[in-house]
């Protein structure tokens, strides 16, 4: 055995749990580290705290005299807290995040020094930001964006550094990061909703877009990971052959979590809670090693910042505990991958959810509208929702062998599919008292409050309503939340100002009631979009073929799927409600067919240095091996020594065989590489790194892994499957 895996084995198999410490009450610490409502009654004046919330809950601007006040108050509570540094937070569109962190410490005359921190410092940065990818938006001449505070996020202390989270953007204005158009859309989508809301309720002032994200990932033992570059490199095991036991016995979905990893889980939960993220659930995942962590939903800027941070804070926390955490989508084949489903709902000013259903007609009305406008959104722009969640990555999920398909379809049970399909028989034009009375009772009144029905969901949907949200759960784990619900804010704000628009019309054209022309409008849009609602499997060929028939898209990899995003119609969409403008969309998809096409070439890369450098020597090792033993038995043996070394030289063959496949795999493989790297537009090397390049991956790996089974383990180099999924 090489000694890197036996070292890596015998580490991980005298692992003990690393004790922690947890509160008794979760409760007590729970946002301590984080400058929220009562830190800031605590150490901000009355006018400042006054301009913080007005600011959050009316978007109104901070003045640069308030500022400093508030600056002094935070960096007060950050030094009370323990903190010497301050960093502004912000996520550019690597879909990590960053950090630079300056010290509170500066020196004044006299050789003095003091702890300082401006209300210039917290409103603005200037990061040297040219190494972060731009799309071509800033020209080197023009080589500056900046950082400014947002103050609907709160800014958090994490180790001894104050995060102040931030937007980044260009000097000439344009969007460099994830969070500006997330919070561009969440503005859309406010305006858009509180208009339709106040059709049921005039108290309504403000609607925010709510979110709860469910992580999945691996965790595997450090030293295992560190033994397989593959791992260390891509997150993601390029070869390998599957273990014996998988996961079909289903013994560890829900199952006991073992010692080790529930110590990590409360270890990270500790921290979520000092970082004001709460988290809620945890229990393994359906494959081996794989878990789950949710928190309670948030307004979905911050629930955004939440999972970037938690995701570092996990990394971080594995660290203690001798994990490597993967969020890859599919770090293991054959085994479950990992999404990152996102729950998504709309709820009031006034405390309701309006994808909730209610407990009178009028408010399963104004239920069955937000629901009705979200399907019809889905249904306009379910090319955009498959391109917002595309990734290298995420292609393994959508339109590999694992649910949810490339195909966005609704699943929506089939209790509301008997409604819908009521609602579309009401006449058109004016509705007769009976008809209302009859629909109100038994149709919209139908509709019961609780509908979280478990046996009543489908697992293969990639957007599926459960009971009083909407679950996107196409979403890969590595993502950030930012994109997917940024498009999916900006399909429905649209969808919302469309149907108030004819709605009106209705009203003052045709003089119908409001309620007549609601479910007037209503009904036209059950029966316009009908093509997008699914309810079967959507696994099967079958829904393939249907789909193909309805006209849906059904984009299998990513730079397909990315056309989607400088379409017109996307375009169009954008600029309308000012989230984007058509450079930065551009200069987007630019940054996101190049990332695509890095990912396959570090990918081929490793692939081609593990199969060289670690399989195909092992795999001569081995064979000198049988060599000496077949030269042994022709001694002994004589000329009647091939019966006796029969299967001998049928390996000895087929490692051959085998190697030298690899060998022309990985010829041919660096060839279509270096064809595309020569390529100069972006779009087009993505689609050779895909067309061309990544087919080989599973060529390569199919004759590396019938080495594996064929080898000595004794001699194998790389922590197999096995190990890397059953060590506790
Ligand atoms: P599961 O989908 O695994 O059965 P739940 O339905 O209990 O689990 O909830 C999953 C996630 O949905 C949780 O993160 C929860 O906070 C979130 N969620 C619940 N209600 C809403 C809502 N109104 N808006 C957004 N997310 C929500
Ligand atoms: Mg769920």
Same mark, same amino acid.
């Given at each position: 055995?090489?000694?890197?895996?036996?070292?890596?084995?015998?580490?991980?198999?005298?692992?003990?749990?690393?004790?922690?410490?947890?509160?008794?009450?979760?409760?007590?610490?729970?946002?301590?580290?984080?400058?929220?409502?009562?830190?800031?009654?605590?150490?901000?004046?009355?006018?400042?705290?006054?301009?913080?919330?007005?600011?959050?809950?009316?978007?109104?601007?901070?003045?640069?005299?308030?500022?400093?006040?508030?600056?002094?108050?935070?960096?007060?509570?950050?030094?009370?807290?323990?903190?010497?540094?301050?960093?502004?937070?912000?996520?550019?569109?690597?879909?990590?995040?960053?950090?630079?962190?300056?010290?509170?410490?500066?020196?004044?005359?006299?050789?003095?020094?003091?702890?300082?921190?401006?209300?210039?410092?917290?409103?603005?940065?200037?990061?040297?930001?040219?190494?972060?990818?731009?799309?071509?938006?800033?020209?080197?001449?023009?080589?500056?964006?900046?950082?400014?505070?947002?103050?609907?996020?709160?800014?958090?202390?994490?180790?001894?550094?104050?995060?102040?989270?931030?937007?980044?953007?260009?000097?000439?204005?344009?969007?460099?990061?994830?969070?500006?158009?997330?919070?561009?859309?969440?503005?859309?989508?406010?305006?858009?909703?509180?208009?339709?809301?106040?059709?049921?309720?005039?108290?309504?002032?403000?609607?925010?877009?709510?979110?709860?994200?469910?992580?999945?990932?691996?965790?595997?033992?450090?030293?295992?990971?560190?033994?397989?570059?593959?791992?260390?490199?891509?997150?993601?095991?390029?070869?390998?052959?599957?273990?014996?036991?998988?996961?079909?016995?289903?013994?560890?979905?829900?199952?006991?979590?073992?010692?080790?990893?529930?110590?990590?889980?409360?270890?990270?939960?500790?921290?979520?809670?000092?970082?004001?993220?709460?988290?809620?659930?945890?229990?393994?995942?359906?494959?081996?090693?794989?878990?789950?962590?949710?928190?309670?939903?948030?307004?979905?800027?911050?629930?955004?910042?939440?999972?970037?941070?938690?995701?570092?804070?996990?990394?971080?926390?594995?660290?203690?505990?001798?994990?490597?955490?993967?969020?890859?989508?599919?770090?293991?084949?054959?085994?479950?991958?990992?999404?990152?489903?996102?729950?998504?709902?709309?709820?009031?000013?006034?405390?309701?959810?309006?994808?909730?259903?209610?407990?009178?007609?009028?408010?399963?009305?104004?239920?069955?509208?937000?629901?009705?406008?979200?399907?019809?959104?889905?249904?306009?722009?379910?090319?955009?929702?498959?391109?917002?969640?595309?990734?290298?990555?995420?292609?393994?999920?959508?339109?590999?062998?694992?649910?949810?398909?490339?195909?966005?379809?609704?699943?929506?049970?089939?209790?509301?599919?008997?409604?819908?399909?009521?609602?579309?028989?009401?006449?058109?034009?004016?509705?007769?008292?009976?008809?209302?009375?009859?629909?109100?009772?038994?149709?919209?009144?139908?509709?019961?409050?609780?509908?979280?029905?478990?046996?009543?969901?489908?697992?293969?949907?990639?957007?599926?309503?459960?009971?009083?949200?909407?679950?996107?759960?196409?979403?890969?784990?590595?993502?950030?939340?930012?994109?997917?619900?940024?498009?999916?804010?900006?399909?429905?704000?649209?969808?919302?100002?469309?149907?108030?628009?004819?709605?009106?019309?209705?009203?003052?054209?045709?003089?119908?009631?409001?309620?007549?022309?609601?479910?007037?409008?209503?009904? %036209?849009?059950?029966?316009?979009? @009908? =093509? +997008?609602?699914? $309810? *079967?499997?959507?696994? !099967? /060929?079958?829904?393939?073929?249907?789909?193909?028939?309805?006209?849906?898209?059904?984009?299998?990899?990513?730079?397909?799927?990315?056309?989607?995003?400088?379409?017109?119609?996307?375009?169009?969409?954008?600029?309308?409600?000012?989230?984007?403008?058509?450079?930065?969309?551009?200069?987007?998809?630019?940054? %996101?067919?190049?990332?695509?096409? @890095? =990912? +396959?070439?570090? $990918? *081929?890369?490793?692939? !081609? /240095?593990?199969?060289?450098?670690?399989?195909?020597?092992?795999?001569?090792?081995?064979?000198?091996?049988?060599?000496?033993?077949?030269?042994?038995?022709?001694?002994?043996?004589?000329?009647?020594?091939?019966?006796?070394?029969?299967?001998?030289?049928?390996?000895?063959?087929?490692?051959?065989?085998?190697? %030298?496949?690899?060998?022309?795999?990985?010829?041919?493989?660096?060839?279509?590489?270096?064809?595309?790297?020569?390529?100069?537009?972006?779009?087009?090397?993505?689609?050779?790194?895909?067309?061309?390049?990544?087919?080989?991956?599973?060529?390569?790996?199919?004759?590396?892994?019938?080495?594996?089974?064929?080898?000595?383990?004794?001699?194998?180099?790389?922590?197999?499957?096995?190990?890397?999924?059953?060590?506790?």
């Amino acid at each position: 055995m090489s000694t890197l895996r036996f070292k890596a084995l015998s580490e991980t198999f005298n692992r003990k749990p690393v004790p922690v410490t947890e509160p008794a009450r979760r409760s007590e610490i729970f946002g301590d580290n984080v400058f929220n409502e009562k830190a800031m009654r605590q150490y901000l004046t009355k006018d400042s705290y006054k301009s913080v919330m007005e600011a959050i809950d009316k978007g109104t601007k901070i003045d640069r005299g308030v500022a400093d006040h508030i600056s002094t108050g935070m960096k007060e509570w950050a030094i009370s807290k323990g903190a010497t540094h301050y960093t502004h937070w912000f996520q550019p569109l690597t879909g990590a995040t960053a950090e630079k962190h300056d010290a509170f410490f500066e020196t004044v005359e006299g050789g003095l020094a003091i702890e300082k921190f401006g209300g210039g410092q917290l409103v603005q940065q200037e990061p040297d930001a040219s190494s972060f990818p731009n799309g071509g938006i800033r020209n080197t001449f023009e080589a500056r964006g900046y950082t400014a505070w947002d103050p609907t996020s709160p800014a958090f202390i994490y180790g001894t550094t104050l995060c102040i989270p931030t937007v980044f953007v260009a000097y000439t204005g344009e969007a460099l990061d994830n969070k500006t158009p997330l919070l561009r859309s969440l503005q859309s989508i406010d305006q858009a909703a509180t208009a339709v809301a106040k059709y049921f309720d005039k108290n309504v002032t403000k609607v925010v877009a709510t979110l709860g994200w469910e992580q999945e990932y691996f965790l595997i033992d450090k030293s295992l990971a560190a033994a397989r570059p593959d791992i260390s490199l891509a997150g993601r095991t390029l070869l390998g052959h599957s273990s014996a036991k998988g996961q079909q016995l289903d013994d560890h979905y829900f199952g006991s979590i073992p010692t080790r990893v529930l110590n990590y889980m409360r270890d990270l939960e500790t921290e979520c809670m000092h970082l004001g993220v709460p988290v809620k659930t945890r229990h393994n995942e359906v494959a081996p090693n794989q878990f789950e962590l949710a928190p309670i939903f948030e307004e979905a800027n911050l629930a955004v910042d939440h999972n970037s941070l938690l995701m570092d804070v996990m990394d971080k926390v594995a660290e203690r505990h001798n994990f490597k955490v993967l969020f890859h989508e599919k770090p293991f084949a054959g085994i479950n991958g990992s999404g990152k489903h996102n729950n998504w709902s709309l709820a009031t000013s006034t405390g309701v959810n309006l994808l909730g259903p209610g407990s009178t007609p009028m408010k399963n009305l104004q239920f069955l509208t937000f629901f009705i406008n979200t399907i019809k959104a889905v249904n306009e722009y379910e090319e955009l929702l498959r391109a917002s969640i595309a990734s290298a990555s995420n292609d393994h999920r959508l339109g590999a062998n694992e649910a949810p398909p490339a195909i966005i379809s609704v699943f929506i049970g089939s209790q509301l599919t008997e409604v819908l399909d009521e609602l579309e028989k009401v006449t058109s034009g004016k509705l007769s008292p009976q008809e209302k009375t009859e629909l109100k009772l038994n149709v919209v009144g139908k509709i019961p409050e609780i509908m979280l029905d478990n046996t009543d969901r489908n697992r293969t949907s990639p957007f599926a309503f459960t009971g009083n949200k909407f679950e996107f759960r196409a979403v890969g784990s590595t993502a950030n939340c930012a994109n997917p619900m940024t498009v999916l804010n900006a399909v429905v704000a649209k969808q919302l100002v469309d149907f108030k628009k004819e709605v009106d019309a209705l009203i003052a054209n045709k003089k119908m009631k409001k309620d007549d022309a609601i479910f007037n409008v209503l009904r %036209e849009y059950i029966k316009q979009s @009908k =093509r +997008i609602r699914f $309810e *079967g499997d959507g696994y !099967g /060929d079958a829904w393939e073929k249907e789909a193909k028939k309805r006209g849906l898209s059904n984009n299998k990899t990513t730079p397909l799927a990315l056309k989607a995003k400088v379409s017109k119609k996307a375009i169009a969409l954008f600029e309308e409600l000012g989230i984007l403008n058509k450079v930065e969309i551009e200069a987007r998809h630019e940054i %996101e067919v190049e990332e695509y096409a @890095k =990912r +396959i070439q570090i $990918e *081929g890369r490793i692939l !081609g /240095d593990i199969a060289r450098n670690h399989v195909v020597p092992t795999a001569i090792r081995y064979q000198n091996i049988l060599i000496e033993n077949v030269r042994g038995l022709k001694e002994i043996y004589g000329t009647s020594f091939k019966k006796v070394a029969a299967e001998q030289m049928h390996l000895i063959e087929s490692i051959s065989n085998h190697i %030298e496949k690899i060998n022309v795999g990985i010829n041919k493989m660096i060839d279509e590489r270096k064809k595309a790297n020569t390529m100069t537009d972006m779009e087009k090397r993505a689609f050779a790194y895909c067309d061309k390049v990544k087919p080989y991956f599973e060529e390569i790996r199919y004759h590396c892994d019938k080495l594996e089974l064929l080898v000595d383990d004794e001699l194998w180099p790389l922590p197999k499957y096995r190990e890397l999924l059953f060590t506790k």
